[in-house]
């Protein structure tokens, strides 16, 4: 089992800056994907930013040139700079991780969530 465990979140005034934080724990062999999400009131959740291991960022057009995603790959965490903050940013952020995971025959892969971290931008 993995479970990933996200902070940071809070209430900040439009143009602010927080930084969300996500640690993987558990039976991992190896994670192949990191990454946020997000889910605003009455939306669809949508990718926000993902790093897969060893390969390039990719983010939403939305954040693109505001937000900036980091891994630390020997502590298994995921980092979310989030600057020029925007009321449209306001939303619950799900931290994701694509996970090998050990299993009697080799590995697996799985696809775990975090809790959830609330994100409020005040105009």
């Known amino acids: 089992q993995v479970q990933l465990v996200a902070s940071g979140g809070g209430l900040v005034q439009a143009g602010g800056s927080l930084r969300l934080s996500c640690a993987a724990s558990g039976s991992i062999f190896s994670i192949n994907v990191m990454g946020w999400y997000r889910q605003a009131p009455g939306k669809q959740r949508e990718l926000v930013a993902t790093m897969p291991s060893g390969g390039s960022a990719n983010y939403a057009d939305s954040v693109k040139g505001r937000f900036t995603i980091s891994r630390d790959n020997a502590k298994n965490t995921v980092h979310l700079q989030m600057n020029s903050l925007k009321p449209e940013d306001t939303a619950v952020y799900y931290c994701?991780?694509?996970?090998?995971?050990?299993?009697?025959?080799?590995?697996?892969?799985?696809?775990?969530w975090g809790q959830g971290t609330q994100v409020t931008v005040s105009s």
């Open positions: 994701n991780a694509v996970v090998s995971v050990r299993v009697y025959y080799g590995t697996k892969v799985n696809d775990y």
